[in-house]
């Protein structure tokens, strides 16, 4: 198995893209620590996968934009394992409408989940990463933080602050062993989608199944390198 005994933290592991991806890291035989903010869906996918694959799980109830829960969890993580080999910020929230009739509140709270979410679990676990000269932070700044369209006003400021804030890390991190993935994919069919009201064609979107595929690809890659940006589009979406 590909990550026997490592330890993958995954934020917004309730659903979608999180949740399935950690199907794909505990079949790969890695330790994980399972966090979102609510509790049953956590406890539900830990019992899976126990069962599945007989895979260690932490669950951390917890609330991405508060910076005092998401340090704690990390220090239950580091306390429980002793190392966090693997973070992937799946965690997200988004509205798609004209700037004109986005609310101030649908914006903060796009800016408090997508960029400080990801920033509060980067820096606690890089921390972490940092000491052991090892790790790899994953993130998904989506193909809307590489390239604006329509009624993204909003959500684009979110998701290209978390492409530059992973660049700048890059930097921050470059002797210290810490890798860093962006990975920018076209829509992904998840229930993200549920509450949009904008026309869309979920049939030709990425199946959350592919684009969890490719996150395991990122973590997998051989030691001496790294999958730093990875672009995945639905063909009719071609930029």
């Excluded at 620590?33 to 126990?50: G, I, N, P, W, Y």
């Excluded at 000269?133 to 590489?146: A, D, E, Q, R, T």
């Excluded at 049939?203 to 790294?226: G, N, R, W």
Aim: net charge neutral; with cysteine.
């Amino acid at each position: 198995m590909k990550l026997q005994d490592k330890v993958v933290f995954i934020t917004g592991a309730g659903r979608g893209i999180g949740r399935e991806s950690a199907k794909r890291f505990a079949k790969e035989g890695a330790k994980l620590v399972l966090m979102s903010r609510t509790k049953h869906q956590l406890d539900e996918l830990a019992r899976e996968l126990f069962e599945l694959y007989d895979t260690d799980s932490l669950v951390e109830p917890c609330d991405v934009t508060n910076a005092a829960q998401v340090k704690a969890a990390v220090e239950n993580a580091l306390a429980t394992f002793a190392k966090i080999d693997i973070l992937l910020n799946a965690a997200g929230v988004g509205h798609l409408k004209p700037v004109t009739e986005l609310s101030v509140e649908e914006f903060d709270q796009m800016i408090d989940v997508n960029l400080k979410g990801v920033f509060y679990a980067s820096k606690f676990v890089t921390e972490a990463m940092a000491k052991q000269k090892s790790g790899l932070v994953i993130n998904l700044p989506g193909i809307l933080g590489k390239a604006v369209m329509r009624m993204s006003s909003g959500y684009s400021a979110s998701k290209y602050g978390v492409t530059g804030l992973t660049r700048a890390m890059m930097q921050d991190f470059a002797r210290d062993g810490v890798k860093f993935t962006l990975l920018h994919f076209g829509g992904v069919d998840t229930p993200f989608w549920d509450n949009i009201t904008m026309k869309v064609q979920r049939e030709k979107m990425i199946s959350v199944h592919h684009a969890a595929e490719m996150i395991l690809l990122a973590a997998t890659q051989p030691a001496q390198f790294v999958l730093n940006e990875l672009v995945l589009q639905p063909e009719s979406h071609q930029l």
